[in-house]
Each structure stands twice: as C-alpha cells, then as structure tokens.
C-alpha cells in the first residue's frame, strides 16, 4: 500500500469519532468502505481513499425535491440497516432542502429552498423524487401556490448536476402509467434537463450511497448508459448475475424479466445485502426501465413451471 493511501493519524481520529457517535466499530466502518469500493467497481486498494473521503471531504450542499411519488425512495435510503448510508446523506453531505427530514413547513419550508438555491447556486447537488406532472400546465401537482413543473424549471438549471432518484424521477413510472390524468413524465422528459438517473422501485440504499461516494472521491458523478444510468449498478444483466440462473428454479416460467433488466440487485440485495426479489420467490419487474408498469405487465406468469 503506498505511503499516501495509508491512513493517516488525523484521519483515524475522524474515523473514531465517527464510529463513537454510530455506536459500532471501526471494524464496520471500514467494511462499509469496502461495501462501497465493491459496489463501484473498484480494486481493494481504494479502500483507504474512501474512508478518507468519508471522513474528511469538504460537505456538497444537496437539495432534495419531492414531486409526483410515495416517499418510498427516502424511505428506503433513511430506514436502511446499515447505519452509514443515512450518515452519508444527513451529515456527510449538507442537506440544505429535503421536506421529508426538515423541521421547517409551509412558507418557511418555502424559504429555505429559495435561500439554498440562491446561496449555493451552480454548487449544489439536485436530488429528485418522483415524476412531475405536465398536463394542463402542470397544475396536477402543487407545492406552495408553484406547480412542481413550474419548481422544477427554476431550481433545476441553478444545479451542478441533477440526480434522479427511483423509477418515477427517472423514466416516469407508476404516476406516468396508461389511463393517468396528470400527464407525469420522469425529470428529463418534463424539463429537457439532462439527469443521471437511479431508477428502481425503489432504488438500493447502497448504489446512491456508492454514487454520493463517487461524487467525494472524484467531485464528480459516475459514467452512465444512455439512459442515464450509472454504469456500476445499471451495467449487468440481472439474469446473467442470478445464483438461480441455468438451475430448476429459475423463474424465467413465470414471468421474470431479469434477461432484460439491467441493476445489480443480486450482487447487491437490499436490507443490509439481505435478499431481493428473486430470492423472496418473486420474479423480477424490471422495475430500473422506461416504460416499466406499462411495458412489463403482467409481473406475474402462473403458466410456467420448475
């Protein structure tokens, strides 16, 4: 390991304090850091450099919208078993705006999105949920006299990037589905503003947390697909990483759509790399593409056999 990867007496300070506060040990702060060098795709000697962006990188200010969606995707980022990847989003980045976690409401709430957007600029990081209704105006969907096409439009170009989070952000999902009203559309469709989109229903806890480590290591967001996607979790097929694939309890007889789906939810899991869907006999929705609801129906196929 070479001298400049090593970490250094400031940094494991850093590195205590925070394991203290989490109430675990260094042990699982370090196994985190690998968690994350594995998920992005890197070798074991980035290890080191994660811990040190964790600890110790100057904290991008985030803005968090909340359109057209369940709330599921904060949801699940903030409930997730792991007890560093909420840290990752409520204290190693500057949460400026997330209506979820705020305490603010109403006018105030209000005021503080103008007042981050102002103050940070072409310097924060725009993370989106949901999909933003377009029909009649946008007038399907309100937050404080604006409609959310109308909140999008202004806060969105001020961004140094924008992030969507979940399928509904993304491609449109469940609110675009056929036979809506609102005319929802995912965030690129609606604005014409280019997105690095983190689609799933909902998205894995550890693949936004790998991406917001990108962002400390690199300054910068990972490459993507030309669906936006970012490469490290969105570039496999999830058939082609399935532990049931080519065995007899494939469920490809009923109905899964892993040849087709691209996400890396058998290498990853959810819960703490628990399980997912295949493994909970469930197949998979291909819930990471555009057109999912509409296009991958029916989930379910009772045709098919072991």
Same mark, same amino acid.
């Given at each position: 390991m070479k001298q400049e990867d090593k970490l250094d007496e400031g940094l494991e300070e850093k590195i205590d304090d925070l394991v203290t506060k989490k109430g675990v040990t260094r042990r699982d702060f370090m196994?985190?850091?690998?968690?994350?060098a594995a998920t992005l795709g890197l070798e074991a000697s980035f290890v080191?450099?994660?811990a040190r962006a964790i600890a110790s990188a100057p904290r991008p200010p985030i803005v968090w919208l909340q359109f057209a969606e369940c709330t599921g995707c904060t949801e699940a980022?903030? %409930?997730?078993?792991?007890?560093?990847i909420d840290d990752l989003l409520l204290e190693k980045v500057s949460?400026?705006?997330?209506?979820t976690i705020m305490a603010a409401a109403g006018d105030h709430a209000t005021a503080c999105l103008d007042s981050a957007v102002s103050q940070y600029a072409g310097q924060f990081l725009c993370f989106v949920e949901g999909a933003i209704p377009t029909a009649g105006g946008g007038i399907y969907g309100m937050i404080g006299n604006k409609t959310m096409l109308q909140i999008a439009r202004e806060v969105l170009p001020q961004a140094k990037a924008v992030v969507c989070v979940g399928t509904c952000a993304s491609f449109g999902g469940l609110p675009a589905a056929a036979g809506g009203l609102t005319?929802? %559309?995912?965030?690129r469709d609606a604005t014409g503003i280019s997105t690095v989109n983190m689609p799933g229903c909902p998205p894995n806890a550890v693949n936004i947390a790998a991406l917001i480590v990108n962002y400390l290591l690199n300054n910068q967001l990972p490459g993507t697909d030309r669906y936006g996607r970012p490469n490290f979790a969105y570039g496999n097929k999830v058939h082609s990483l399935c532990p049931r694939r080519g065995?007899?309890?494939c469920l490809k007889g009923f109905g899964c759509k892993g040849p087709n789906a691209l996400h890396n939810c058998p290498s990853v899991k959810y819960n703490g790399g628990t399980s997912w869907c295949v493994q909970a006999d469930a197949p998979c929705k291909n819930c990471t593409t555009p057109g999912f609801w509409d296009s991958m129906t029916p989930f379910f196929d009772y045709s098919g056999s072991y």
């Open positions: 196994k985190f850091c690998g968690l994350m080191p450099k994660i980022l903030l %409930r997730t078993a792991d007890p560093f949460s400026e705006y997330h209506e005319g929802a %559309r995912g965030v065995t007899d309890w």
